[in-house]
Structures are given as structure tokens and as C-alpha cells.
């Protein structure tokens, strides 16, 4: 029998291998808190000290990173250093220093790493120059001359969806603008990107399989953040075995074998792209000028990042609009009869050019933008070699910064009365706010899909807004709760609409 010779009995090897960890933890610790480069930035001594007080305080307290963030900085100061290695900024006038178009920086692998699937994703690929490449290959397909020209996919979508909200109204029911938003967003990316939308709109009550498996996926996110191995098992347990413990996940596998399918075909044969409906994702990505060869596993993930990306952030910004406006009746009006003025009779409607040129709408949009936020959490990117100078103190290179766009969208100081809905707010001439709406990031990583969303946002809330009226349904906006789990993550009350078609 094989036996194993240790030098020392066993008890006392363990504890001094214990006391070696403790010595070891101790000494990076002290390091951590009195010498790092990054020691003279205040914060909590924990979080200077280790990795793990995030980890604390997200998955140990529960607490939304951005809640905590918010206290740090009544307490700290401009700058607070949440990690041993990393610095969060709250002056609005840093965001634009960090992400900056001069600032071609990388993504830090902690957050991006939880994101990504089993490979990179322009969204997940951390090297800036990498990211560009692959950003440069998907561009044209979200251009704003591709949505002009393939406006109609989102059109048919919102027909879709305002159709079975009159459905509703003639059985005397109201329907939940959450779940309804996120699959109207779940079928236009997914018509937009691979011409195969996932009819989540035809879900009973709009409550679609995938929206129900992101939404349990998110939260997991955090896991994933701390605990990377967590990930890198799940991603390879059995189908059969996860859905056993988990079977809200099954949209979600349910739409990664719809796109594996997809991608095996199209690499099988390229050339049966050209019966696509109209432009899809493959178009550009298996084009002859795309030098960047993908594997299939590559194009699986590209495909679903986009599809996550494309969701709640789009979601949550009319589900949040939709509610405030038919709250209050002022607002409601105003866009009413503005919408009634491009659009007098039902059948003549306007298209999304002539939408975009509607000033009481764009303030809408802009407000839902605001205070939806799209990702809150600090997107944190790596500082290169030479350091920078952030808020006017040197930032030593390979420190990891962030800010969370909470900062700028309900500052006190750029938009007074943050927390209140007034479109208003973005018409006063004298006041010019536009550079303070992030919600789409800024600098070289900013939202690929901005174009999209710009037209999904106009198109559904014209029609829904033109075509119908509607009241709240025992509900308030203050009904609506989030949680920040990198997304705004809904854990509020439903949020049903009484709607009524009006007939001319
Ligand atoms: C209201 C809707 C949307 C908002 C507020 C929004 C917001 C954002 C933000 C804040 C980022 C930066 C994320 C980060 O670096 O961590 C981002 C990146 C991205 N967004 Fe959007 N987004 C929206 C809709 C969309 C849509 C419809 C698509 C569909 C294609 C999309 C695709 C992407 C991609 C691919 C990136 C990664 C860009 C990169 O890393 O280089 N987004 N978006």
C-alpha cells in the first residue's frame, strides 16, 4: 500500500502551514494599507488591505456596490480607494477624465472576466486595441444608416406588442410593462442581429423564458466575480443536471442552441447568408474583409453578449419612462398632443427621422436615460504604464479606476432635484445637459449599440403613447425598486397599465 512519508506529524505541519498563510496574509496586508503606490488615497482600511472586502460587502452584507459607494464618498472625500488597487472617482468632471476618447485603455479582468462566457466578446475582450478590432468588424450592421434602413424590424416588433396590449384591453386585463418591454427588446435584438427574433412576445403575459433566465443569471454575476471558478463549473456541468436545480434557466439554453445552430450553419455555408432577410450579424462578422477568423465559440458568445447587452439596458429605460409618464398626467399630456401634432390620424404614421425631431419625446428619452442609467456599476479600466492624472492627483500606472455614471446622472450640482422625473430639464437653453448623459458611456468603449436603442426608444414610446391611454394600475413609480448588479436588476412590485386603444 502506497504510504505517505511526511517529515513533521501531521497537526504540526498544519499549523504551521496556518500560521505561514496568516504571517504571509498579514504581511501583504500591512504592505497593502502603508506602502502601496496606492496608499495615500483614503477609504476603508479593509478595502486597502484585501481584494475580499468587496466580496464582503456585496455577497456577505448584500449591499449594492453603488449604495456602499455612496457613503464612502460622504465620508472620504472625491476619491476613495475600494480596493487594494483601485480608486472610485464621484466628481461628475472625472468621468469624462477616465473615459475619455484620449484614454484607449484596457478593461479590468475582475469585472469583464464574471461577464464573459468561455471566451471574449468585443464587449468582455479587456486589450483596448484587440477590442477595437473586433468593434470595427460588428459597426456598420448598428451605423446609423443601417437603422434607418432596417427601422421596420423595430416597427414590427412594437406591432407586435401594442397588438396584445389591445388584445388585453378587450378581455379587460392590464399588462406588465416590465415584462413587456424586456421582450419587445429581447425580439428586436434578436431580429436585428440574426433575423431570428425568440418571440418572447408572444409569451403568455409577455413573461419570456429567456428575460426569466437573465434575470436569475444576473445576480450570479457577483458570484462570478469573486469566486471565478465558480463560473468556469458551471459553464461545463450538464444541461440536464443544471436545469434540474435551476429550471428558469431553460430560455437560456433554449436561445444558446437556437444561435449554435445558426452559427454551425452559416460557417458551413457562408453563402446561405445571402438569404437572409436582411443584414445580420454573420454578414459582418464571416465577411471576406474581416480578417479576425472566429471560431465557433467565438461567434456563440459575440452573439449572446449582444443579446445581453441589448436587453435590460433598453428595457429598463422605457419600463422606467413609461411608468413616470403615465404617472403624471402633466407630462403625459404634454406629449400627448405633441405626438398628436406629427401624428394626427392613426394611419399616417411618422417615421423615426421624423420622430427624433420631436423635443418634448427626445427630453423624455433623455430622462428615462438618466435615471434608468443603463449600467450603473463602476466600469473599471487599468491604467497604463506612464499613470495619468485623474481630478487633478497622479494616478500610478497598473491601478484600476472606476465610476459609476450614478454620479453624474443624480448629482445635485448638474440636474438639481436628481431623484425627480422633469423632462423639462433637458429644453432650457441656457442650461445645456447633454454632456452629462452617460448613460451610453463615453470615450473608446462606449455603446456599440446606441443607434438601436436611440430608435427602439422612439419608436415604442410614440406608438405606445400615440396608440393608447393609459393609467397605472394600483402602482407608483416609487413601486419601483433596483438593485445594482452591474445592471439596474428589477426587484420591485409589478407594474401593470390599464391601457385603452384610441380609435382615430
Ligand atoms: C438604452 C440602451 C443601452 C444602454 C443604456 C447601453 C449602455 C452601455 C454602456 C454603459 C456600455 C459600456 C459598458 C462597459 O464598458 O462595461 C455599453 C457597451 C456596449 N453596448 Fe450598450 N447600451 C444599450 C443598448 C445596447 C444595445 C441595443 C446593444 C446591441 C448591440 C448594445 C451593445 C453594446 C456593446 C457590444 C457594448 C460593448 C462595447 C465595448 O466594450 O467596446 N448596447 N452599453
Known amino acids: 500500500m502506497l504510504q505517505v512519508y511526511f517529515p513533521l506529524p501531521l497537526p504540526i505541519l498544519l499549523s504551521a502551514s496556518a500560521a505561514a498563510i496568516v504571517a504571509w496574509t498579514a504581511c501583504i496586508s500591512i504592505y497593502n494599507i502603508y506602502l502601496h503606490p496606492l496608499s495615500k488615497f483614503p477609504g476603508p ?7 475580499w472586502w468587496k466580496a464582503y460587502i456585496e455577497l456577505y452584507k448584500k449591499q449594492g456596490l453603488v449604495d456602499k ?11 476613495v480607494r475600494i480596493g487594494p488597487n483601485e480608486l472610485h472617482f464621484a466628481k461628475p468632471e472625472a468621468y469624462h477624465e477616465l473615459y475619455s476618447v484620449n484614454n484607449p485603455w484596457d478593461k479590468d479582468h475582475m469585472l469583464y472576466d464574471a461577464l464573459s462566457l468561455d471566451g471574449r466578446s468585443s464587449f468582455t475582450t479587456l486589450k483596448y486595441q ?7 468588424v460588428i459597426m456598420p450592421l448598428f451605423s446609423r444608416r443601417s437603422m434607418l434602413d432596417m427601422q421596420h424590424l ?7 406588442l401594442c397588438s396584445t396590449v389591445k388584445e388585453r384591453h378587450g378581455k379587460g386585463q392590464p399588462w406588465d410593462v416590465y415584462l413587456a418591454m424586456r421582450a419587445l427588446t429581447i425580439d428586436t435584438i434578436t431580429s ?29 454575476g457577483n458570484i462570478f466575480k469573486h469566486f471565478p471558478l465558480v463560473r468556469w463549473a458551471l459553464n461545463r456541468l450538464p444541461k440536464a443536471l443544471v436545469l434540474a436545480v435551476k429550471p428558469g434557466l431553460a430560455g437560456f439554453y433554449h436561445f444558446v442552441e437556437t444561435t449554435t445552430k445558426q452559427v454551425h450553419e452559416v460557417m458551413r455555408d457562408p453563402k446561405a447568408l445571402a438569404n437572409a432577410p436582411h443584414p445580420i450579424i454573420y454578414h459582418e462578422l464571416l465577411s471576406e474583409q474581416n480578417r479576425i477568423k472566429l471560431t465557433a465559440r467565438q461567434l456563440i458568445d459575440e452573439a449572446t453578449l ?5 436587453t435590460d439596458t433598453a428595457s429598463n429605460t422605457l419600463t422606467l419612462g413609461t411608468v413616470h409618464v403615465v404617472h403624471n398626467r402633466d407630462i403625459y399630456a404634454k406629449l400627448k398632443q405633441e405626438l398628436l401634432e406629427i401624428w394626427p390620424t392613426l394611419e399616417d404614421r411618422p417615421t423615426y427621422e421624423e420622430l427624433e425631431k420631436l423635443p418634448y419625446l427626445r427630453a423624455i428619452i433623455k430622462e428615462s436615460l438618466r435615471l434608468s442609467g443603463g449600467t450603473i456599476t463602476p466600469m473599471t479600466r487599468v491604467v497604463p504604464a506612464e499613470g495619468a492624472v485623474i481630478c487633478e492627483n497622479f494616478i500610478p500606472g497598473g491601478a484600476v479606476v472606476g465610476m459609476s455614471n450614478v454620479f453624474v446622472h443624480q448629482s445635485d450640482r448638474v440636474f438639481p432635484e436628481p431623484h425627480v422625473f422633469r423632462p423639462e430639464r433637458w429644453l432650457d437653453p441656457d442650461t445645456p445637459l447633454d454632456n452629462w448623459l452617460v448613460a451610453f458611456h463615453k470615450g473608446r468603449r462606449s455603446c456599440v449599440g446606441i443607434n438601436l436603442a436611440y430608435c427602439e426608444l422612439y419608436l415604442a414610446f410614440a406608438n405606445l403613447f400615440r396608440r393608447f391611454d393609459m393609467a397605472l394600475d394600483s402602482v407608483t413609480p416609487s413601486d419601483m425598486v433596483w438593485k445594482e448588479y452591474y445592471l439596474p436588476h428589477y426587484e420591485g412590485k409589478n407594474l401593470r397599465i390599464i391601457s385603452t386603444p384610441v380609435l382615430l
Open 69 to 79: 459607494l455612496t457613503e464612502l464618498h460622504a465620508l472620504y472625500g472625491d476619491i
Open 306 to 310: 449582444l443579446v445581453f447587452a441589448g
Open 192 to 220: 436585428f442581429c440574426f433575423a431570428k427574433p425568440q418571440n418572447a412576445l408572444y409569451s403568455p403575459g409577455f413573461d419570456a423564458p429567456l428575460a426569466k433566465a437573465m434575470t436569475m443569471t444576473l445576480p450570479m
Open 130 to 136: 484587440e477590442a477595437k478590432r473586433r468593434r470595427d
Open 45 to 51: 482600511r479593509l478595502a486597502a488591505a484585501t481584494i
Open 154 to 160: 423595430i416597427r414590427d416588433n412594437v406591432d407586435i
